[in-house]
């Protein structure tokens, strides 16, 4: 029976956000959603009907034997087939769009939906258009108990979350496959991405041109700074950015001293998701980001004007909080209200289709990662 307990919804909600900014993230969600309503299988896919096939596909649950099945019989599902019976962001038990007596007489079911456990549906719609669907399905085998009101709650509680995470996952997964060794080169601050053993395994110009002045150091091909006390925080970043599991993997952001005496350095400890793996193997790697606070920004702010439709004054917030400043200190530096500011950060969040500053700052850091200098106007 489900916990609809406002903990577990929480829980659950964390889960669905992680997941909008980080492909490891689904199948954790989805194992968390089959333990917590009892299910046999958990599938969760987005596509474009027009084009065939899927975009994304996650399961968890399924026996190992199925999965090549899945191919042919997924554009036989005679649940799929009838999603237009769905509304976006709401949930639906199988039932509902079409009867077990009806289901049970159809191939899919006694070839595939049957033997594999997915006797029982209960699913919740994200967006269901003529160009993107996106769903999130709970299954039960032929043996096990209906669905019931409980769960559908759940689900139905979930949708509208769901929905808005399948669309911050396909934004952030476009803004961020661009990013590669050659296109680290057109970025105006340094960039270091580092694998699972701590190694360097790309440096672009700028980051090299900032070892040369000993602003970071490069040493036996490990990133290090030249203070001891700022060392000891880029070791706890980076091994918290590496961590294992995609809900415990976090970006941060920490100042570091320059020898010069030139403004401390701002610098990103983000996660790579999956997808921006072109370069190197291993279970996970991260990008450190070096931002002189010194430098003209106009090339990011651009960037995120290009990629998100944000105001002039939007950008301005944007990279500021990019860079860790509050909204107190952004709106005493622009010399307007702190109302006026919130006002700019709801537009933000709308624009991005994101609902909280962290995922925020997290797709505003992918999206810097292919920045380019501005066309000519």
């Not at 049970?104 to 209960?122: I, N, Q, T, W």
Request: with cysteine; net charge neutral.
């Amino acid at each position: 029976m489900v916990r609809a307990s406002e903990d577990r919804l929480s829980s659950l909600l964390d889960l669905v956000y992680d997941a909008s900014t980080d492909p490891e993230g689904w199948p954790l969600l989805l194992d968390s959603l089959r333990k917590a309503t009892a299910s046999h299988v958990a599938v969760a896919y987005s596509k474009d009907p027009r084009r065939g096939g899927v975009d994304h596909l996650w399961v968890d649950g399924l026996g190992a034997e199925f999965f090549p099945q899945m191919p042919y019989y997924m554009p036989k599902d005679e649940w799929d087939r009838r999603r237009h019976l769905v509304p976006e962001a709401s949930a639906v038990l199988g039932e509902a769009v079409i009867s077990n007596r009806e289901l049970s007489r159809k191939e899919v079911y006694a070839d595939f939906l049957r033997p594999a456990g997915m006797a029982r549906l209960c699913c919740a719609m994200g967006r269901n258009r003529l160009e993107r669907v996106e769903l999130v399905s709970l299954f039960r085998r032929e043996c096990d108990a209906e669905f019931g009101a409980d769960e559908l709650r759940l689900m139905d509680a979930l949708a509208p979350h769901l929905k808005r995470a399948f669309r911050i996952f396909e934004r952030f997964s476009n803004v961020t496959e661009m990013l590669s060794a050659d296109t680290l080169d057109l970025l105006s601050f340094g960039a270091f991405i580092i694998d699972a053993t701590r190694k360097v395994r790309v440096v672009n110009k700028a980051g090299e041109a900032l070892a040369r002045r000993g602003d970071l150091l490069l040493r036996r091909g490990e990133l290090r700074t030249a203070l001891h006390a700022d060392q000891i925080a880029l070791e706890a970043a980076v091994a918290q950015a590496l961590a294992p599991s995609a809900t415990d993997a976090r970006a941060a952001l920490i100042a570091v001293q320059r020898p010069s005496g030139a403004p401390p350095l701002r610098v990103w400890i983000v996660p790579l998701p999956v997808r921006e793996r072109s370069y190197a193997t291993g279970p996970r790697h991260l990008a450190v980001l070096a931002v002189e606070p010194d430098k003209p920004v106009d090339a990011l702010l651009h960037q995120m004007r290009s990629a998100f439709g944000f105001s002039p004054a939007e950008a301005r917030l944007a990279l500021a909080l990019a860079n860790g400043r509050t909204l107190e200190e952004h709106a005493a530096a622009q010399d307007v209200t702190l109302q006026t500011v919130r006002t700019q950060l709801q537009s933000i969040f709308n624009k991005s289709d994101t609902g909280r500053q962290p995922e925020l700052v997290r797709l505003l850091m992918a999206a810097l990662a292919p920045v380019a200098p501005p066309r000519p106007s």
